[in-house]
């Protein structure tokens, strides 16, 4: 049963007229609370995950929980559906269970923290937050086992919970927490300072309340909401045809790190009356090992929303007024809603791969709008042990790559698929952990050739100065960051180690408990982001100046029909090769994925990273398919 919200006065909220105005001063002052909560926090927090990362996510909603202002969505709606205790004035509730919340958050190490805020005996808003925790527990330092089996292996797990009860700290709940990780004067330092950008929140929501009136900041909450709605509704229609038209794209994960693969993920689009449907029932079931994901159906329309909002008007305030226009359906026991006790770890593949997914979809009907795909994963790389003075060290971090090529220009490199994240600085790692950076620098050539060029991945060269076991997760090694409109895939991503008697490895995308030794380098090579258009259609002065900036070589501006000699554009020659090349741009796909069988996949990801990649069955199908 739904949870029981406790209030000394339960009148219901009088909808106010708000003009525009005062509508208008009510957001922006909600807007810069949520930027408040984030200043706050990522000055308090210790972990490189949320201080220097930003790995954290604020919203403030309204009463009835919808995210007025944020950028992941609410995470209410599945905490109120799967909570039946009660919510009185004073109190602040904590998970991290997916199962318990809908996929509110999606595993172990997001602390989800949630604040009610009353005034005069009644709830007007919500403050939450959620961060990532470097480690929680479990069975490997940063609590992300690859080859867990069940989420019990991956931390402790902590239901819909009271950690503030009408105001006091549940401090025996909180000292079992800490208890039960590696890193707990972080967690800790990390709590409290959520804590704190919600107390301000909390403060700025009741300003407003006594500037303007409750009826009134009620109100231009319901307001803000419907203006989503109402421009969310205009551009489904306008994206979205109905009728007897499906849309269906599918992409896939390449392994789960246990010798399985690749796992397809697939969606189908349609509109009823001002519905659109998106239907997940064609995704593969259920991994064995942790990179499941509980997509849960709320935040998948935050992700269509803010998808779709970036690309029509980013002005748009994004919130949750239009949920109800947006019909998710995802099948019980498949890979994007797994059965309890699947484990969850390592679901920021699936996460990252279902925005490559929603550019293909929703771009099939408006091509010149259509985004290549790109960097979209958060790759981690986690290293821990015992330094030289016996004090353990434990490093989570999350790897930049290459942004697809778009219609309106390049992609950025090195840059990471949340926007609002930041790199930890390289002098933060060297002096807080064992480690010497000897290289940080785009991938050349890494990007896919196109009118617009893909962004170019990212290789960090870490050098290590202690005695310890890495971990690295990532994705894209074997399928290929894909381009459109005639635009050329991206390049793959690569792990190598150099030991410090010059012996070589490639290590697996996915693996844990590598040992390593002072002087060892880790190659850590992220991809690409596939090119958009004509690469033939790219002017050549461009070409120039990539190369001049390191993003391009020599050869690699060949790849575009492009000639560099001395410095300078052989202009003869590049008109020569053109029009060599131009016979072969003749019949442009709409997706290039990079490859026209399977064997030549397997053999050329057999000599680029020394690793046999596993083809599932269907993905043979599914190719053929797509072939014909």
Same mark, same amino acid.
């Given at each position: 049963?739904?949870?029981?919200?406790?209030?000394? &006065?339960?009148?219901?909220?009088?909808?106010? *007229?708000?003009?525009?105005?005062?509508?208008?001063?009510?957001?922006?002052?909600?807007?810069?609370?949520?930027?408040?909560?984030?200043?706050?926090?990522?000055?308090?927090?210790?972990?490189?995950?949320?201080?220097?990362?930003?790995?954290?996510?604020?919203?403030?909603?309204?009463?009835?929980?919808?995210?007025?202002?944020?950028?992941?969505?609410?995470?209410?709606?599945?905490?109120?559906?799967?909570?039946?205790?009660?919510?009185?004035?004073?109190?602040?509730?904590?998970?991290?269970?997916?199962?318990?919340? =809908?996929?509110?958050?999606?595993?172990?190490? &997001?602390?989800?923290?949630?604040?009610?805020? #009353?005034?005069?005996?009644?709830?007007?808003?919500?403050?939450?937050?959620?961060?990532?925790?470097?480690?929680?527990?479990?069975?490997?330092?940063?609590?992300?086992?690859?080859?867990?089996?069940?989420?019990?292996?991956?931390?402790?797990?902590?239901?819909?919970?009271?950690?503030?009860?009408?105001?006091?700290?549940?401090?025996?709940?909180?000292?079992?927490?800490?208890?039960?990780?590696?890193?707990?004067?972080?967690?800790?330092?990390?709590? #409290?300072?959520?804590?704190?950008?919600?107390?301000?929140?909390?403060?700025?929501?009741?300003?407003?309340?006594?500037?303007?009136?409750?009826?009134?900041?009620?109100?231009?909450?319901?307001?803000?909401?419907?203006?989503?709605?109402?421009?969310?509704?205009?551009?489904?229609?306008?994206?979205?045809?109905?009728?007897?038209?499906?849309?269906?794209?599918? &992409?896939?994960?390449?392994?789960?790190?246990?010798?399985?693969?690749?796992?397809?993920?697939?969606?189908?689009?349609?509109?009823? =009356?001002?519905?659109?449907?998106?239907?997940?029932?064609?995704? &593969?079931?259920?991994?064995?090992?942790?990179?499941?994901?509980?997509?849960?159906?709320?935040?998948?329309?935050?992700?269509?929303?803010?998808?779709?909002?970036?690309? #029509?008007?980013?002005?748009?305030?994004?919130?949750?007024?239009?949920?109800?226009?947006?019909?998710?359906?995802?099948?019980?026991?498949?890979?994007?809603?797994?059965?309890?006790?699947?484990?969850?770890?390592?679901?920021?593949?699936? $996460?990252?791969?279902?925005?490559?997914?929603? =550019?293909?979809?929703?771009?099939?009907?408006?091509?010149?709008?259509?985004?290549?795909?790109?960097?979209?994963?958060?790759?981690?790389?986690?290293?821990?042990?015992?330094?030289?003075?016996?004090?353990?060290?434990?490093?989570?971090?999350?790897?930049?790559?290459?942004?697809?090529?778009?219609?309106? =220009?390049?992609?950025?490199?090195?840059?990471?698929?949340?926007?609002?994240?930041?790199?930890?600085?390289? *002098?933060?790692?060297?002096?807080?952990?064992?480690?010497? @950076?000897?290289?940080?620098?785009? @991938?050349?050539?890494?990007?896919?050739?196109?009118?617009?060029?893909?962004?170019?991945?990212?290789?960090?060269?870490?050098?290590?100065?202690?005695?310890?076991?890495?971990?690295?997760?990532?994705?894209?090694?074997?399928?290929?960051?894909?381009?459109?409109?005639?635009?050329?895939?991206?390049?793959?991503?690569?792990?190598?180690?150099?030991?410090?008697?010059?012996? *070589?490895?490639?290590?697996?995308?996915?693996?844990?408990?590598?040992?390593?030794?002072?002087?060892?380098?880790?190659?850590?090579?992220?991809?690409?982001?596939?090119?958009?258009?004509?690469?033939?259609?790219?002017?050549?002065? $461009?070409? $120039?100046?990539?190369?001049?900036?390191?993003?391009?070589?020599?050869?690699?501006?060949?790849?575009?029909?492009?000639?560099?000699?001395?410095?300078?554009?052989?202009?003869?020659?590049?008109?020569?090769?053109?029009?060599?090349?131009?016979?072969?741009?003749?019949?442009?796909?709409?997706?290039?994925?990079? #490859?026209?069988?399977? *064997?030549?996949?397997?053999?050329?990801?057999?000599?680029?990273?020394?690793?046999?990649?596993?083809?599932?069955?269907?993905?043979?199908?599914?190719?053929?398919?797509?072939?014909?």
């Amino acid at each position: 049963m739904p949870a029981k919200i406790i209030q000394t &006065d339960d009148r219901p909220f009088s909808r106010a *007229e708000v003009d525009p105005i005062t509508l208008d001063i009510v957001e922006n002052a909600l807007r810069n609370a949520r930027a408040e909560m984030d200043a706050v926090l990522f000055r308090t927090a210790m972990s490189p995950a949320i201080r220097e990362q930003h790995d954290a996510f604020p919203m403030i909603a309204n009463h009835e929980g919808k995210m007025v202002v944020g950028q992941f969505g609410s995470f209410l709606y599945g905490f109120m559906q799967g909570y039946d205790g009660t919510i009185e004035e004073g109190d602040v509730f904590m998970t991290n269970d997916p199962y318990s919340c =809908g996929g509110a958050v999606s595993h172990l190490n &997001d602390w989800l923290v949630m604040m009610p805020i #009353f005034h005069q005996g009644r709830l007007v808003s919500w403050a939450a937050m959620f961060g990532h925790m470097t480690d929680v527990g479990g069975k490997v330092p940063g609590s992300l086992p690859t080859d867990a089996k069940m989420i019990y292996e991956e931390g402790i797990i902590v239901p819909p919970t009271k950690i503030y009860r009408k105001g006091e700290l549940a401090e025996e709940i909180l000292g079992i927490l800490l208890a039960n990780c590696r890193m707990p004067e972080w967690n800790r330092s990390d709590f #409290f300072a959520i804590m704190a950008g919600m107390r301000l929140a909390e403060r700025r929501v009741r300003e407003n309340i006594d500037r303007f009136g409750v009826d009134a900041y009620i109100s231009a909450m319901w307001d803000m909401l419907d203006r989503n709605k109402m421009a969310m509704g205009e551009i489904i229609k306008m994206i979205v045809p109905e009728g007897g038209h499906k849309a269906h794209f599918e &992409d896939w994960i390449d392994d789960d790190g246990m010798g399985n693969g690749p796992y397809k993920i697939a969606c189908t689009l349609w509109r009823e =009356g001002d519905v659109a449907i998106f239907d997940f029932s064609d995704c &593969d079931p259920q991994s064995l090992s942790s990179i499941n994901f509980i997509l849960n159906e709320e935040m998948f329309k935050m992700f269509f929303g803010a998808f779709t909002i970036n690309l #029509f008007d980013p002005q748009i305030l994004f919130n949750d007024g239009f949920y109800d226009l947006v019909d998710v359906r995802i099948p019980e026991g498949c890979i994007l809603k797994p059965k309890k006790p699947a484990a969850l770890s390592c679901r920021t593949h699936l $996460l990252g791969r279902i925005f490559d997914l929603m =550019g293909g979809l929703l771009g099939q009907g408006a091509p010149d709008a259509l985004n290549a795909a790109g960097f979209s994963d958060s790759p981690h790389f986690m290293y821990a042990g015992h330094d030289k003075n016996g004090e353990w060290y434990q490093l989570y971090q999350i790897g930049f790559g290459g942004i697809p090529g778009r219609p309106a =220009g390049d992609g950025p490199d090195g840059h990471s698929l949340w926007p609002a994240f930041t790199n930890v600085p390289n *002098e933060f790692l060297e002096a807080y952990m064992p480690l010497r @950076i000897r290289d940080y620098s785009a @991938i050349p050539d890494s990007g896919g050739a196109g009118l617009h060029r893909g962004g170019n991945g990212i290789q960090i060269a870490y050098e290590f100065l202690a005695e310890g076991e890495i971990s690295v997760h990532d994705d894209r090694w074997m399928t290929y960051p894909w381009g459109v409109n005639g635009g050329a895939p991206g390049a793959r991503s690569t792990k190598r180690l150099v030991r410090v008697d010059g012996a *070589e490895e490639n290590i697996p995308s996915k693996c844990d408990r590598v040992k390593v030794m002072p002087g060892d380098i880790l190659y850590f090579n992220t991809w690409g982001g596939g090119g958009w258009g004509n690469p033939l259609d790219r002017d050549p002065a $461009l070409v $120039l100046k990539d190369i001049e900036r390191g993003l391009v070589t020599v050869d690699g501006a060949r790849r575009y029909g492009v000639v560099v000699a001395g410095g300078r554009i052989d202009e003869g020659a590049t008109g020569k090769l053109r029009a060599e090349m131009a016979p072969a741009q003749v019949k442009i796909p709409l997706f290039s994925r990079g #490859f026209d069988s399977i *064997e030549e996949l397997k053999a050329r990801c057999k000599a680029e990273t020394g690793f046999e990649p596993p083809i599932a069955p269907v993905f043979r199908n599914a190719f053929r398919k797509a072939a014909e």
